[in-house]
T-cell receptor, first 118, second 111 residues
Framework: AQTVTQSQPEMSVQEAETVTLSCTYDTSENNYYLFWYKQPPSRQMILVIRQEAYKQQNATENRFSVNFQKAAKSFSLKISDSQLGDTAMYFC???????????????FGKGTRLHILP | KAGVTQTPRYLIKTRGQQVTLSCSPI?????VSWYQQTPGQGLQFLFE???????NKGNFPGRFSGRQFSNSRSEMNVSTLELGDSALYLC??????????FGNGTRLTVT
């Protein structure tokens, strides 16, 4: 069974600093998808970034980028020039490609609570 | 395009009662998943529906059930509520291998 581990329950950084959130996962699959979601205090989960395992290039979305290490099964999120609005719970998630009649539910880590300090 | 809509946003129920939560997915999304979120357990997968059929199921007791209608709207029902059922219930919709799109959730409090 797939597992997703986020080893940092809580982090705090100063505004404008760079912060990296860790995520490791366990799977025997070769093809899969990885995601980072953000859940601010308003509680709506928002997709931050997505990575396809067959793509070697790390995904980037503005100030958000990932360091995807497939062999190490590691998928960390880097937030550059952090802003107060980045304060949120961040969840790492794993998904196998959807196929009929298979257990391919999306697996979430327990989350990292990130505080951006003014 | 409208996002995922969950109703109601807040619910207060008493132990032993039952509750029904509703979720309207993004137009064109045929898959709807439900998650329970609590501070101690994080996000726990309840079930997923696709084209009116339950596709995946998490490890929850039979008191938790769901269904999906022909227009892809989904409902989740919890019977014989327990204090431990107090949580944020999140619904998400998706299309094929697209990421999940979440609603704002329903905060259920059981007293």
């Amino acid at each position: 069974a797939q597992t997703v581990t986020q080893s940092q329950p809580e982090m705090s950084v100063q505004e404008a600093e760079t912060v990296t959130l860790s995520c490791t996962y366990d799977t025997s699959e070769n093809n899969y998808y990885l995601f980072w979601y953000k859940q601010p205090p308003s509680r709506q989960m928002i997709l931050v970034i997505r990575q396809e395992a067959y793509k070697q290039q790390n995904a980037t979305e503005n100030r958000f980028s990932v360091n995807f290490q497939k062999a190490a099964k590691s998928f960390s999120l880097k937030i550059s020039d952090s802003q107060l609005g980045d304060t949120a719970m961040y969840f790492c998630a794993f998904m196998k490609p959807r196929e009929p009649n298979r257990d391919d539910k999306i697996i979430f880590g327990k989350g990292t609570r990130l505080h951006i300090l003014p | 395009k409208a996002g995922v809509t969950q109703t109601p946003r807040y619910l207060i129920k008493t132990r032993g009662q039952q509750v029904t939560l509703s979720c309207s997915p993004i137009s064109g999304h045929r898959s709807v998943s439900w998650y329970q979120q609590t501070p101690g357990q994080g996000l726990q997968f309840l079930f997923e529906y696709f084209s009116e059929t339950q596709r995946n199921k998490g490890n929850f007791p039979g008191r938790f059930s769901g269904r999906q209608f022909s227009n892809s709207r989904s409902e989740m029902n919890v019977s014989t509520l327990e204090l431990g059922d107090s949580a944020l219930y999140l619904c998400a919709s998706s299309y094929l291998n697209s990421p999940l799109h979440f609603g704002n959730g329903t905060r259920l409090t059981v007293t």
